[in-house]
Each structure stands twice: as C-alpha cells, then as structure tokens.
C-alpha cells in the first residue's frame, strides 16, 4: 500500500486517486495525521 503525503493546508480532505482500488486511504491519511 502506498503511503500518500497529505498537505497539511488541508488536514479534512480525503485524496482518492483516480484507478486507485485502496479503501484504506483515508485510514491511513488520518492516521499519518
């Protein structure tokens, strides 16, 4: 799983990027938080 560096401007939005099947992205984008 690849780990997706979050702005922290904008700590609230999930990033889902296009073609990318992994529903734990916004686990992990809030736990990196």
Do not use: S
Request: no cysteine; charged share 35%.
């Amino acid at each position: 799983m690849q780990k997706k560096i979050v702005p922290k401007m904008y700590p609230m939005i999930p990033l889902t990027i296009p073609g990318d099947d992994d529903d734990d992205d916004e686990a992990v984008l809030f736990d990196d938080l």
